[in-house]
C-alpha cells in the first residue's frame, strides 16, 4: 500500500535564519512568555527575542566559532534555551540538544561524539555534571551559563553567564556586528542544523543530521494542514532536546506568530496550564494517560454517586464524541445527555487546562484509543500525527477536520508513505535526514537507494490513506510456535488497570509471552492486608500483590487472542526512571533494559512455568 501527498507548487527550500528573520519582521510584544519569581507571567517581544540572539550570535562568533562548529545546550526547555537556538542559528553553528536528566556518562558519549567546542548549561547543577566528564572533552572550551553559576574547583574549562556572552555579542567590532544578518542567510538549506542523539534504547545513541531544510520544509508543510495563528497561546512542556517539541513548539510556532508561554518545570504543568489558558499544547501520549489515570484515581477515591456519574458521564460523552467524529447525528436524548454530562464532569476538565485549548497534539508514540476517546468527550480534541528524529518529525497528521481516532492521520504535503513487504513504514520527502554522523553503514541500513527511509515501525494504510501505526519493528515479539505479538497495544491496556503503573511484555523466541509489572502503590496498598508499614518493595514480594495483580491482567487481556496473552508475571518493585535507565527522556520504556536487567527472574519464571506445564501433561498421559 502506497500514499503520498504532492509538494504545493509554491513550495521553495528554505532555512532556519529566514524563518527566523521573516518572524522579526512582524513584530509583535507577546512572543514568548515566562513566570517570574512573584508569580507573574512576563511577556517578551519578537524584538527583544531578535537582539538577544543577535548578541549571543555575534558573542561566539568573536570568540572563534565558525559555521559548522558544534555547540550544545544542556538545559530544560525554558526561553533561554529557545533564543540561545536562535543565536546559534543565526551564526551559522550546529547545535547539539542534550537532555538535562541524563546521566554523566551518557552526556559525555553525545558531546565527545560530537565534537562540541562548546555548551550552554541551564544552572550550577549540569555545570557540576560537566566537570565530572570536563577530562574526557578534549574539544570542549566554554560552557556558558544561563543562571549564575560558580565554576567547580579544579575545572579548566571557561566559564561564563549567558549576560557576559551577550555583552561580548554587543561590543563586537564592527567586521562582525555589520554582516550579522548576511552571513546568516548564506546558510544554504542543505547545511547542517542540528545533531539530536537519539535515545539509545539498542546501543549506543546516534546523532541524527537534520539540515536547514529539513525543519524548514517540515514548518512550512506542518502549518498547510494544521490551523494555528497568531492569535494562538502554546504552552511548551516537552523537552526542546526533543524533536518534537523544537519543531512543533518552537519552529512552527515562530512561523506562525504564536505566543509561546514556558512552563516554569515539567512538575508545575498542571498550574501553568490554568495559569497561562493555552490554546495549544503538544505532549506525548503518557502525558495524556496521566491526565486520564488521574480523572479516573479521583473518582475511584470519591466512590459513591461520584464514582457512578463519571463512569456514566464517560460513557455519554464517548458515544456523542463517536458519533459526531463519524458524522453521524446524535438526536436529542443523547444530546440532552452528553450535556449534562458536560455540566457534571467535563466542564471541570476543561476549566483546569486554563478553559481555551482548541487542540492538543500528539506525537511521539501511539496514543492509546481509550485516551484519546476520553479526551474527545471532554472537547479537548487530541490531533494525533507521526514522525521520528529522522524525519524532523512530522510524517503525518490527522485531518483536523476528518479526525479518525486510532490512526496517526494522512502524510503532509511532500510526502510520501507505503508499507514495505514485512509490514514496515517507509517514507520519502524533504523532511528525511541527511544521514547518521560519522555512521555510514547505520545510514546506509535506514535510507535505501530510492531515498526510502525505514523507520522500524509496523503498520497499515487503510483504504481512505490513514496511517496506523501497530507496533515497533524491533519490539514485535515472535514466539518459538511462530506467532508474532506486538506487545504495545496490550502494554497499552494492562496499564489501564488502575493497579499498574508499568507493563512491559516479553517473550520473544519463547514458547509464550510474560508480562512484567510494576505496581501502581497508592491504589495497591490499601487492598492488602497486614502490610501498613511495608516498604513498596516488600509490596511488590507480597503474595497479596501477585494474587491482584494477575486478576488485572486477566481482565484487561481478555479480548487478545489466547496466544497473545501473558502467561505468567513478574512483579518488580519500580519505579521506573530516565535516571534509572528504564525510561527514554520521552517516557518510553526501554524494553531491551529491563529484559537485560531482569534476566535471572524471566528465566526462573520460565522455567517454573514450563516445569508446571510438564507435570500437567504427565498427569493428562498417566493411565
Known sequence: MHVSSPLPEDYRPGTLPELFLDGLSRPRDDAARTRGADGVWISTSTDEIGRRARAIALGLRAKGFVTGDRVAILSQTRLEWAVADWGLITAGL??????????????????????????????????????????????????????????????????????????????????????????????????????????????????????????????????????????????????????????????????????????ESPTTAARDLGEVSPTFMAAVPRVFEKVLESAEGAAREAGGAKEKIFGWARRVGERRAMAELEGRGIGPVLAAQAALADRLVFSKLRARTGGRIRYFVSGGAPLPLAVGRFFFAARLPVVEGYGLTETSPALSFNPVDAIRLGTVGKPIPGTEVRIAEDGEILARGPQIMAGYFNKPEATAEAIDDDGWFHTGDVGEIDEDGYLRITDRKKDLLITAYGKNIAPQPIEAEIKRHPLVAEAVMLGDQRKFPVVVIVPEYTVLRPQLH????????????????????????RERCAEFAHYERPRELLVVPGPFTIEGGELTPTLKVKRRVIQTRFADAIDALYERAEDAMSEREKKRDRP
Request: zero cysteines.
Open 94 to 263: 550546529t547545535s547539539v540538544p542534550v537532555y538535562p536528566v541524563l546521566p554523566s556518562e551518557q552526556v559525555q558519549y553525545i558531546l565527545a561524539d560530537s565534537g562540541a567546542r562548546a555548551v550552554f548549561v541551564e544552572d550550577q547543577e549540569q555545570l557540576d555534571k560537566l566537570a565530572e566528564i570536563e577530562p574526557n572533552l578534549p574539544d570542549l572550551e566554554l560552557a556558558i551559563a544561563f543562571e549564575p553559576v560558580t565554576s567547580p574547583a579544579g575545572s579548566a574549562l571557561e566559564t561564563m553567564q549567558l549576560d557576559g556572552l551577550s555583552r561580548l555579542g554587543e561590543s563586537a567590532p564592527d567586521v562582525l556586528a555589520s554582516t550579522y544578518e548576511s552571513h546568516a542567510r548564506k546558510t544554504r538549506p542543505e547545511d547542517l542544523a542540528t545533531l539530536i542523539y537519539t535515545s539509545g534504547t539498542t546501543g549506543d545513541p546516534k546523532g541524527v543530521m537534520l539540515t536547514h531544510g529539513n525543519f524548514h520544509s517540515n514548518s512550512d508543510m506542518a502549518l498547510r494542514v494544521f490551523p494555528i495563528s497568531s492569535t494562538d497561546v502554546a504552552l511548551a512542556l516537552l523537552p526542546l532536546a526533543h524533536v518534537f517539541e523544537r519543531t512543533v513548539g518552537h519552529y512552527i510556532m515562530w512561523r506562525a506568530g504564536v505566543t509561546v508561554a514556558y512552563a
Open 530 to 553: 497486614g502490610v501498613e508499614e511495608a516498604a513498596d518493595a516488600d509490596l511488590a514480594s507480597d503474595p497479596q500483590t501477585r494474587s491482584l495483580l494477575e486478576g488485572a491482567v
